[in-house]
């Protein structure tokens, strides 16, 4: 992280964050080391794969961890604001207040035995106050915001009336009903069918220029990044790989895993070859390999890779990347 | 790269009927409706609201091809893997499998279809028995097909080679040990161990990470040619459809609406519905991004779908001829036929983008 | 100097993670044995079906020798190290003796429930509708009943006795246990492996052999192994109404009964034979508590 390039404070800084999960028969490293920041109204697409630590960064920002199991190591700051040091009224009043998070699945993310009115009014009235009226007027608003269609009659109803694109749409209001200044968005069109998902993903775009919010999108879809994202972070084994602006990570990836997701991920390649693939598996979380986590797949290890740890090295202003064959 | 064991399929399979010109598989207008549990109101069957899933879908799928469905959710294109092994029962239509028809007096039964035609589903903690370790999943298909317990047990173990897994390391294990992309192996062994003809993939990459999808998908394009199969697989992923198959069914609320080889589906699209989803797909390239959504609004519920042309509700095109007569498919029959069920391709049909009736 | 790099072939390259190869049945096991709760009450249930095993061996007197003058003796009075009971015997001696009958009333009908039920519950979740209509509704229609008023109406319209009361105890539990398999059954009926396996050409009895009993008999199992604490208590109830044992046979229940009036005399010795069902049901109700826990977690 390139600190000339930052003229307005930051919104969010995360600083060498590191999340275990400790049980009795193991302890996961999910998260292992974890810096970046973030200006006010930038999109940050966090880009890996399962196990990679991009939805345990996420939920670390919200406090949304079990307690009793999870380790946390590190400094979050939102606003200024030291989010590992906040009792209990004051992350009541973050989450949804000064951050909001939209996740991958709203029919488990919405509550079945309440209509959407009551379960945005309820949010709405709990950081802003006001009377039912007053928030369902606002309820109304922001259904307009992310067009729904009938949206009257929408508000009251229940979670599995509503089609998944529409319950999504729901969430994503339910979520910006307090004016957060930044929205975290765990996969938020995964599970969405694809004339689905590109409507969602306008429409975040328009409403995270509109409104002014920083985003931290995550997900493992290049295209969405390539469609959303101002700058991209990869993640491999809870570590950030590479990072920089979204052009330049798709357009001229430096690490060798950026390189190896590029390269397979199955877009337009010709059809009597094989899909390059990235060998193997990512590692056990449990069991992290010394020195580079990629090692044991990249195609350009050397010896080095396997006892030392890259650090950041940036060949370019804004880049970053992990990897000892990139010069700094 | 080859893999060592696997070799390429020289001889015909000696269960082969009619040739390379018979196709391996015609489904003739299948038909399927799952009846909607209503309240009171529907006791007695007033009324009653139908999922009409798969409603007419009729296609060729050759020997030795890889075809490929997609649609989105409500399409029926899961209803019709299921169909096409008898897994669920049609109400009406027919499948003839290499020249015989399936359930018929005088054709194939489903326990010999069954022989022939295997399914791999998609990777979800419900693919294999969480309480049998993975090799006996993968040799109950042969065991039941009538080999002894040893013998199964020794085609699972070389099967499991064969997809890249080894059996001494694998075998003993159990589901929840294994990654997506090992349960993914498993599930296309315990496909391939009955040594099928044609295998349907319901989704079969759909859960996996992309990095592993490439090998998985790798992986089937090998023992494709090495076991000499025909493919039918199903996605919604278009840009995997369009790397992995030869020939392309797109489909829409359970009717087909377009069909054709797939380069000429991708680069010319027919259909307007075909034409929204390759727009729907996010742009690699974050210089030029996708403005307008081609579609709006979500696809609709397959019960009680709109009269005529289902897609005409979301259509630009959309004319009252659309509402009035449902647009039929034409010749998909042939190999390189590629039809759209749409009015403005039917000569005639009344559409003002319509050609004159008798050309073309 | 460059490693060489992994093989762009399909072999899977890489390690497993390093956990120990394990079954399910071995891990459980393992949980098992690192849970000192139930370690501990485990021991004590097998105490308590080894003494009642070997009761005529480790009962220090003959449990039916009464004696006119040493009735309701207190504890330690002549070498009866819990006293004596209405009629003279020797209270230690009748409790070992006794809880044999009790301990058979109590796994016995639980098994005999098990294997019935078990299997209605297994037909009714593969059947189609009509089957499991009537089998389901049939159960309803038992389970509607409180289960001790059940109990003593079956045990005494066949008259009483241990092997009434036994087979009371079975009808008794058979609907819970039907329900248990039948919803375990339902819920796996639906899953891939079942379609892939019909699609593999099994036919429903090799499939409920092979991938249904596995996935069921846990849930089954759990929940069975709760209803033996229930069992005793049930039969102790049945004895305590005169419908399980008959004098002079020992039986915890029985023995509450006719101890009833002396409580004036000496409580002490009255509370003896609760007491002993009291710890015998929790002991079984904490070991399948743990056996639950010890099943239930998947990694």
Not at chain 3, 119 to 136: P, S
Request: aromatic residues 6%; glycine residues 8%; contains cysteine.
């Amino acid at each position: 992280m390139d600190g000339s390039h930052i003229a307005t404070p930051p919104l969010v800084e995360v600083d060498d964050l590191t999340v275990r999960f400790v049980t009795r028969e193991a302890t996961v490293h999910a998260v292992n080391g974890v810096s970046f920041a973030i200006r006010p109204g930038e999109t940050l697409c966090i880009l890996g794969e399962s196990g990679s630590g991009k939805s345990v960064t996420l939920r670390a920002l919200m406090r949304l961890l079990p307690p009793d199991r999870t380790r946390i190591t590190g400094t979050m700051k939102v606003d200024g604001r030291d989010v590992l040091a906040m009792d209990r009224r004051a992350l009541g009043a973050y989450r949804g207040g000064l951050a909001s998070m939209i996740f991958q699945e709203p029919m488990t993310a919405l509550d079945p035995v309440y209509t959407i009115n009551q379960q945005i009014s309820e949010t709405i009235i709990r950081h802003n106050g006001g009377t039912k009226a007053q928030a369902r007027a606002r309820a109304l608003e922001l259904f307009e915001l992310v067009k729904i269609p009938s949206p009257e009659r929408r508000l009251d109803a229940y979670p599995h009336e509503l089609s998944g694109g529409l319950r999504q749409r729901a969430m994503i209001a339910m979520a910006l009903s307090c004016g957060p200044r930044l929205l975290l968005a765990d996969e938020p069109t995964t599970a969405l069918d694809a004339t689905v998902q590109i409507q969602v993903l306008i429409l975040l775009r328009r409403l995270q220029k509109d409104l002014g919010m920083a985003t931290i999108f995550v997900t493992h879809d290049l295209g969405v990044a390539a469609e959303i994202a101002d700058r991209v972070a990869v993640m491999y084994a809870g570590r950030i790989v590479e990072e920089g602006p979204v052009a330049e990570v798709l357009g001229n990836p430096q690490h060798p895993y950026t390189q190896g997701l590029l390269a397979s991920t199955v877009h337009g390649q010709p059809r009597d070859q094989d899909i390059q693939a990235i060998p193997g598996s990512p590692p056990d979380l449990r069991r992290l390999p010394s020195g580079c986590a990629f090692g044991p797949r990249c195609s350009q290890a050397m010896l080095a890779c396997r006892t030392i740890v890259p650090e950041p090295r940036h060949p370019a202003p804004g880049r970053m990347a992990r990897c000892l064959r990139v010069q700094a | 790269m080859d893999h060592p064991t696997l070799t390429h399929a020289d001889d015909a399979d000696p269960r082969d009927r009619g040739g390379t010109a018979q196709p391996l598989l015609i489904a003739r207008d299948l038909r399927k409706h799952f009846q909607v549990k209503g309240g009171p109101a529907t006791l007695f069957g007033a009324g009653r609201a139908a999922v009409r899933a798969v409603d007419g879908v009729s296609f060729t799928l050759f020997k030795g091809e890889t075809l490929g469905i997609v649609g989105e959710s409500g399409c029926g294109k899961s209803t019709l893997a299921r169909l096409l092994l008898h897994l669920i029962v049609p109400d009406a239509g027919e499948l003839i499998f290499d020249g015989d028809t399936v359930a018929a007096p005088d054709g194939i039964t489903v326990r010999a279809l069954r022989q022939q035609v295997q399914m791999v589903f998609q990777d979800s903690y419900s693919s294999l028995n969480p309480r049998m370790p993975v090799q006996d999943s993968v040799a109950f298909g042969p065991y039941v097909q009538g080999r002894s317990q040893a013998e199964a047990r020794d085609i699972a173990r070389d099967i499991l080679v064969k997809v890249g897994l080894n059996p001494a390391l694998f075998g003993p294990r159990y589901p929840h040990e294994l990654s997506g992309g090992q349960k993914q192996r498993v599930n296309i062994a315990r496909a391939l161990a009955i040594n099928p003809r044609m295998v349907i993939l319901d989704e079969a990459v759909s859960a996996l990470d992309k990095s592993i999808e490439a090998q998985v998908l790798n992986l089937l394009r090998q023992l494709k040619r090495s076991f000499n199969l025909t493919y039918v697989f199903i996605s919604h992923d278009l840009n995997v459809v369009q790397y992995i198959s030869d020939r392309v069914l797109v489909m829409y609320l359970g009717h087909v609406v377009e069909l054709g080889p797939v380069d000429a589906i991708f680069d010319r699209p027919l259909h307007p519905y075909t034409t929204a989803l390759l727009g729907s797909r996010p742009s690699m390239d974050p210089a030029h991004r996708i403005d307008e959504p081609p579609l709006t609004g979500d696809p609709p519920s397959p019960i009680n779908p709109p009269s005529g042309c289902r897609f005409r509700t979301r259509c630009l095109h959309a004319e009252p001829i659309c509402a009035a007569t449902v647009p039929v498919l034409g010749a998909w029959l042939d190999r390189e036929s590629h039809v759209a069920a749409c009015h403005i391709q039917t000569p005639g049909s009344g559409h003002s983008q319509a050609a004159a009736q008798g050309s073309a | 100097m460059s490693l060489t790099s992994a093989a762009a072939s399909n072999w899977e390259a890489d390690a497993l993670p390093a956990t120990k190869v394990r079954s399910y049945w071995q891990s459980v096991g393992y949980r098992l044995r690192h849970d000192p709760v139930t370690l501990v009450f485990g021991a004590i249930v097998l105490a308590i079906i080894l003494t009642a095993v070997f009761a005529p061996w480790i009962a220090p007197m003959d449990p039916y020798k009464d004696s006119v003058i040493g009735r309701l003796k207190p504890f330690g009075w002549r070498g009866h190290i819990l006293g004596t009971d209405e009629l003279g015997r020797d209270m230690l001696s009748r409790l070992i003796h006794g809880g044999r009958i009790s301990l058979m009333m109590g796994l016995v009908p639980v098994l005999v429930a098990t294997i019935v039920g078990g299997t209605l519950g297994i037909i009714a979740g593969f059947g189609g509708r009509a089957v499991n209509t009537a089998i389901m509704r049939t159960m309803d229609v038992f389970y509607a009943f409180p289960s001790v008023l059940l109990a003593v109406a079956i045990s005494g319209a066949m008259g009483g006795g241990i092997a009434n009361g036994m087979i009371a105890l079975s009808l008794v539990f058979t609907p819970a246990i039907c329900r248990v398999a039948e919803t375990a059954t339902a819920q796996v009926r639906n899953l891939d492996f079942i379609e892939a396996a019909r699609a593999s050409g099994a036919g429903t009895f090799t499939i409920i052999r092979h991938h249904v009993l596995g996935n069921v008999l846990g849930p089954v199992f759990i929940y069975s192994s709760s209803l033996v604490s229930v069992s005793i208590l049930l039969a102790s109830g049945l004895s305590f109404l005169g419908l399980g044992v008959k004098p002079p046979e020992p039986d915890w229940g029985l023995m509450l009964s006719t101890l009833r009036q002396s409580i004036y005399v000496n409580p002490l010795i009255c509370a003896v034979p609760g007491i002993a069902i009291f710890i015998t049901s929790i002991c079984f109700n904490l070991v399948s508590d743990g056996i639950r826990a010890a099943m239930d977690v998947r990694m």
